[in-house]
């Protein structure tokens, strides 16, 4: 993971606020100037589908700014965007949008973007209710899927909470406990905190419940492919540790084996290897395997995990093969080796992905060492069951994997696209 802008450890966090210029405040809003006398608006570089973060302002300027920056590269990227206002109409805000964000009348005018309050969301019905919320945006998400979109850009100005009593009590656990709805890769969220309404104890309750929090541990994460389980990258630390383990707690109900790929960690810390020894503890005699860092791997057998948990390594795992969710384009990235015994673990990751996308289904080969016949016959199977308009495209694909797939006569079959091989250099 590449960072830039904000330290962390170290290391740099690559979501994070940068000097932006300073926009001007529309009607209604205030403006309150930082310690050093101006403004800090944000500006958010790499925001992807499946990231939940918490995004602390000081002044309503760095908050528009920011609302402006991530629905405008929302809309660059083909997604949906609602914004979700509060301490501004929602007629002030769509006209600020209006005049800052190119193609937002265009996209307004066919429904790609809409600026609601949050009476009639987190509020509908004058009350905060955390699991009508939560059925709302799911609802939401499968509409955003079913009209073709690749997913959908909240932005949400949490300044609603403070309405009621309850809802401020009930926020963290909230927080918390929607993350695995970004699993998928259909949704992201910013969630706009003012730091002069929250107090110190809450505002770092809601933090930890984000995944991602600029200037402190990014943690990011998908569903696995193939088995129940998750794929970690990262960092996990204090900053974020209630939103792992909600994450972690929305797989208990899971039967039969669950895979923990936290390959992608590079950091974490003690803690947070306690939350996987707890969960690995909770799920009893189901088997449960965690791929980790040999420093994680040793991490846990210190807590004494390694009765609970199957603890496996990364750097043992270099024949292994491995499915990785793709998420724009829609698909599954594959790497090691396809042999006849995971064969049949591809062919169920490209089943559930299917089932998953409305359309083409895409499947990136270039860490891909050896594929068998077996594999290849995985790869034309889900392309002969898509059915219709839809196909899966292969693509990067390695000069070995072409190969086969052209000697074999299957290069031709329907459903399967084979882009063309990479132009040759120059002679």
Same mark, same amino acid.
């Not at 984000?210 to 794929?231: N, Y």
């Not at 948990?309 to 990235?333: H, N, S, T």
């Not at 169920?348 to 299917?354: G, N, S």
């Given at each position: 993971m590449h960072r830039s802008a904000y330290t962390h450890r170290g290391r740099v966090s690559r979501l994070d606020p940068r000097p932006s210029s300073r926009p001007s405040t529309p009607a209604g809003a205030q403006t309150l100037t930082s310690a050093s006398g101006g403004t800090v608006p944000s500006t958010f570089a790499d925001l992807r589908l499946g990231d939940h973060v918490c995004h602390p302002f000081i002044s309503d300027d760095e908050r528009l700014a920011a609302t402006v920056e991530i629905a405008a590269d929302a809309l660059r990227r083909g997604r949906r965007v609602m914004v979700c206002a509060e301490s501004l109409t929602p007629q002030v805000t769509s006209a600020w949008l209006h005049a800052r964000v190119p193609g937002y009348a265009e996209a307004a005018e066919r429904g790609q973007v809409e600026v609601l309050p949050c009476a009639e969301v987190q509020l509908a019905g004058g009350t905060f209710d955390p699991a009508r919320v939560r059925e709302a945006f799911a609802g939401v998400v499968a509409d955003t899927t079913a009209r073709g979109y690749p997913g959908l850009q909240v932005i949400t100005d949490m300044a609603w909470a403070l309405r009621q009593p309850y809802a401020l009590d009930a926020?963290?656990?909230?927080?918390?406990?929607?993350?695995? @709805?970004?699993?998928?890769?259909?949704?992201?969220?910013?969630?706009?905190?003012?730091?002069?309404?929250? $107090?110190?104890?809450?505002?770092?309750?809601?933090?930890?419940?984000? /995944?991602? !929090?600029?200037?402190? =541990?990014?943690?990011?994460?998908?569903?696995?492919? %193939? &088995?129940? %389980?998750? +794929? @970690?990258?990262?960092?996990? $630390? +204090? !900053?974020?540790?209630?939103?792992? =383990?909600?994450?972690?707690?929305?797989?208990?109900?899971?039967?039969?084996?669950?895979?923990? $790929?936290?390959?992608?960690?590079?950091?974490?810390? +003690?803690?947070? =290897?306690?939350?996987?020894?707890?969960?690995?503890?909770?799920? %009893? *005699?189901?088997? !449960? !395997?965690?791929? %980790? &860092?040999?420093?994680?791997?040793?991490?846990?057998?210190?807590?004494?995990?390694? *009765?609970?948990?199957?603890?496996? /390594?990364?750097?043992?795992?270099?024949?292994?093969?491995?499915?990785?969710?793709?998420? $724009?384009?829609?698909?599954?990235?594959?790497?090691?080796?396809?042999? *006849?015994?995971?064969?049949?673990?591809?062919?169920?990751?490209?089943?559930?992905?299917?089932?998953r996308e409305p359309g083409d289904v895409h499947a990136d080969l270039s860490g891909v060492r050896f594929i068998s016949l077996g594999g290849i016959r995985a790869l034309v199977s889900a392309a002969q069951g898509l059915g219709g308009d839809r196909a899966l495209v292969l693509g990067p694909v390695p000069g070995h994997v072409r190969e086969l797939i052209e000697i074999t006569g299957w290069s031709t079959t329907p459903g399967l696209r084979l882009p063309g091989p990479p132009p040759s250099g120059p002679l």
């Open positions: 926020l963290p656990a909230f927080e918390a406990s929607i993350n695995d @709805l970004f699993a998928d890769g259909r949704l992201s969220a910013v969630c706009q905190y003012d730091r002069r309404l929250y $107090d110190g104890d809450l505002f770092h309750r809601v933090c930890s419940a984000h /995944p991602v !929090t600029p200037g402190q =541990a990014l943690l990011r994460f998908a569903r696995a492919t %193939g &088995s129940p %389980g998750l +794929v @970690l990258e990262g960092e996990a $630390d +204090v !900053t974020n540790r209630d939103a792992l =383990a909600a994450l972690l707690a929305s797989l208990l109900p899971s039967d039969g084996h669950v895979l923990i $790929d936290a390959t992608g960690l590079e950091f974490a810390d +003690v803690g947070s =290897a306690r939350l996987f020894a707890r969960f690995a503890a909770q799920r %009893g *005699d189901r088997p !449960t !395997t965690l791929l %980790g &860092s040999q420093s994680l791997t040793h991490l846990l057998r210190l807590l004494g995990a390694h *009765d609970l948990v199957r603890l496996q /390594p990364a750097e043992d795992r270099r024949a292994a093969f491995r499915v990785r969710p793709l998420r $724009d384009p829609p698909g599954l990235r594959l790497e090691g080796d396809v042999d *006849d015994s995971t064969a049949p673990v591809l062919s169920r990751a490209l089943t559930d992905a299917a089932t």
